[in-house]
């Protein structure tokens, strides 16, 4: 009974649209009012960057790592994001950061996540990871990064860099975990241009 009083739903709606001079813009309408009910983004992301850093502003000369002619030194990976609740725990930013080495044949690609607790509603919020002077001698410097944004076990937002790459390349490598480092265990954990959030501390020690 229930089946048949829906396909006669259905059938009465197909009759209406069709018959209708209006039939495009009652459908946009309808479509309109779904995007409306399905939940909107609590989290985005408003930029990527990759920046070399040749000094700490605090720790000064502890922050580059010299070898043979070379150079190697600590890179920091920026996320930049937005926010809806008015109080978030448990945001997790999932980085997956693709290194090419100085030969230009071999890739890898480094994963990792941070967790933030207390993050309040609006914009400005940043999450930092860090590649180790050594990391970038063996495996190369950053090329690329996609970032996603998980609360409370939904996908908010996946974004890259650069923002022109619509390759789903991330998936054509193995994973390399251990290697992306907070600012808890690099020489710019006091540094003054440092604006991020709470890190769940516990959450570190879970992977």
Sequence with gaps: MLKHIRFLSI?????FFICSPLCYSQLSKYYEKLE?????????VAGIKIIRL?????SGSLSAVSIAKYKYEWYRIRVRYTSTPAWADG???RYHVLLRERS????????DSVVYDSVPAGSGHYSFV????????????PEKVMCEIWYQGKLQERSFLPRTNKDVWWVNYQPLGGNL???LFTPFIA???IREENINLESLFRQ
Excluded: A, I
């Design 11 to 15: 059938c009465t709606m197909l009759v």
């Design 36 to 44: 409306k009910k399905s939940p909107k983004k609590q989290f985005k």
């Design 54 to 58: 040749r000094e700490s502003s605090e």
């Design 91 to 93: 945001v997790e930013v």
């Design 104 to 111: 230009g044949k071999n890739y890898t690609m480094l994963v």
């Design 130 to 141: 860090y590649l180790h002077p050594r990391t970038v001698q063996r495996y190369g410097n």
């Design 181 to 183: 480092k907070t600012s």
């Design 191 to 193: 540094d003054k241009d």
